[in-house]
């Protein structure tokens, strides 16, 4: 029997099926208040029910979606309680963990250049994507910027709390991209940000992440108004 090698399938199967529900639900294609069913996203994606009810378990944990009892799932509807809950959380934790990671950076240091290589990547493939519009990839490679940052750290608990914020904040930054479409100023911060971090300037780095992170702010009243289907108090 190979019990190992059929358990890391389920896993990898659960895994790819949260991140394409997940990716749904933060591009709004699958939409607040929407009625989703295992069996309907197993067919969709191809796998059985199992992976589907694994993924359901994670992104229960991170409140994107809502169990209702002999009705199936329902995807969380946004709250401006749980957006600013989760930008609290964000600045208090991801501040910290990136003034950590621009204290210990060493440019010399041979152990730093295959991250410094890959976060440069991504910085240059979000330069390529702004011209295409493409909202979903842009905000993909905003994840992979923050995580790839996040992960120098070696604190896989930290970043598995921090990655579970973000869901909620970028639904929120998914609405915002549509209305502004401000991609390059992000990229910018983006930017900012990682000379800040390479050239050791902690305090730096601080106030760039914080006015990142916080900037939504100021489109989040007019998003609720627009998008007032989306939100519950």
Known sequence: MNLPNISKKRNTLSDHAYQVIRGAIVTLQLEPGQLVFESELGNTLGVSRTP??????????EELIE??????????????????EARFVRVS?????????????????????????????ILEEHRKIIDQHNFDMFLQLDESFHSTI??????????????????HLNRMRYLELLETKHM????????????????????????????????????????INKYSQYFQS
């Not at 589907?52 to 944990?61: D, K, N, P, Y």
């Not at 780095?205 to 009243?221: G, K």
Request: aromatic share 6%; net charge neutral; hydrophobic share 35%.
């Open 52 to 61: 589907i009810r694994e993924a359901f378990r994670r992104l229960l944990t």
């Open 67 to 84: 169990i209702l009892p002999q009705r199936g799932a329902r995807i969380a509807y946004m709250s401006k309680k749980k957006i600013e």
């Open 93 to 121: 934790l991801e501040v910290s963990v990136f003034k950590e990671v621009a204290r210990k950076w060493r440019a010399n240091d041979a152990s730093f250049e295959k991250p410094y290589q890959q976060i440069k990547g």
């Open 150 to 167: 996040l992960e120098l750290t070696g604190n896989s608990t930290l970043v598995s709390i921090i990655n579970q914020m973000r869901g």
């Open 184 to 223: 390059n100023q992000l990229v910018n911060e983006h930017e900012s940000i990682f000379e800040a971090i390479t050239a050791n300037n902690e305090e730096e780095t601080e106030r760039l992440l914080r006015e990142h992170i916080t900037s939504l702010e100021n489109f989040t009243p007019d998003l």
